[in-house]
DNA sequence: AAGACGAAAGTGGTTGA
DNA sequence: TCAACAACTTTCGTCTT
C-alpha cells in the first residue's frame, strides 16, 4: 500500500550565479545548489518536509533517518597491528601446535587488511586535493562524493598505479562532473589543479575505460549558461543559444564535433543577431577553445540554419 | 588598431584492417 | 599494432571595419 504525504510548496529560488531556477534541495547535506552551475546557494538549509512518524516497528526501519551521512570523501585512518611470523606469543613463548591453524589465519587475515590500507595512505593523499580542487571551483558536495568513489574503484582496479594522484584525483573530477550532469572543460580543471590539460584527459580516459563507465558526450546546452555568466550576457542571449544549438543538434551538424565549440559558436551567433556582440576571442578565451573553431562552426551553423549576420 | 578571415602545418585520439 | 582519418590547435599573413 502505498500511502502519499503531502509535501509544502518550496518557494522558487533564482541562481545568483546563472539565473537558472532549477536549484535542488539536498537535506541530508542542507545545501541549495543550481543544477545549471553547479553553484552552492546557500548550505544551511532547513528541512521543511513533513515528519517522518513511525508506529510499529516495520515502518521504524523503513524510515529510519538518525545517523550522520555517509561520505565518501573521508577515509578511515584506523591503525593496523601488524602479526609477525614466529609462532612465539608476546612473551616469546610457542605457540602449541593446536593453535598453529588459528595463527595462520590470524595472518591470512592481516595480509587482506593490509592491502586495504595501501589503499588508505593512497586515499590520505587523493581526497584532499579532490576536496581542495573541487572547492576552489565551487563544485557541489554531490559531484565530490561521486568523484570519491569513481577514485576508490580506480584504485581498487589499480588503475592509479603509475600515474600521479594529483593527476588522478583532477581526472576522476572530471569523470564525477559529467556524471552528475555538471559538466567543466578539461581546461576549467586544469586551471584549478596545476595540471595540463593533456594530462588530466589522458587519465580520465584511462580511468573511463578502466571501470567501463558509461559516459555520454555532455550536450552543449550544459555550457551555456556558464558561459553567458562569465561573459556577463543576459537571459535573452542565453535563450536564443539553447535555440540555436536545438536547431543545429536536428540538422545533425553537432556529432562528431566537440560540444563546447557548438556551444562557444551558438553564443557567438546569438550574442551578434541580440546586439550584445562578444568577439571570437572573448569567447574562446572563457570557452577554452581557440577561435578557428569557434570561426569554423559557426560558418557551418550559419549555413545550415539560413541565419543572415551582420557584424 | 582591433577583429575577422582562411590557409597550412602540427597534435593527439579514434578506427579499422 | 599501425596507418589513415577527422577534429582541433597553432601560427601567420591578409582583409574589413
Partial sequence: MVKKETQKVEEIVICPECGNTHISRD???AELVC???????????????PERRAFDREQQQKREQTGSPMTYTIHDKGLSTVIGLRNTDSYGKSIPNRNRAQMYRLRKWQKRIRISS???KNLTNALPSINRISSSMGLPRTVRETAAMIYRKAVLKK??????????????LYAACRQCDVPRTLEEIANASNLSRKEIGRNYRAIVRGLRLKMMPPSP?????????????????????LEIIKEATNQEIVSGRSPIGIAAASLYIASVLCGERRTQCEIAVV???????IRNRYKEIVKNLD????L
Fill in 118 to 120: 595501501t589503499m588508505e
Fill in 307 to 310: 541565419i543572415e549576420i551582420v
Fill in 27 to 29: 537535506y541530508t547535506r
Fill in 287 to 293: 570557452a577554452g577553445v581557440t577561435e578557428v573553431t
Fill in 221 to 241: 546546452m550544459e555550457y551555456v549558461s556558464r558561459f553567458c555568466s562569465k561573459l556577463k550576457l543576459n537571459n535573452d542571449v542565453q535563450t536564443k543559444t
Fill in 159 to 172: 588503475i592509479t598505479r603509475g600515474r600521479t594522484i594529483e593527476s588522478a584525483a583532477a581526472a576522476t
Fill in 35 to 49: 543544477e545549471g552551475c553547479g553553484l552552492v546557494i546557500d548550505d544551511g538549509i532547513i528541512d521543511q518536509r
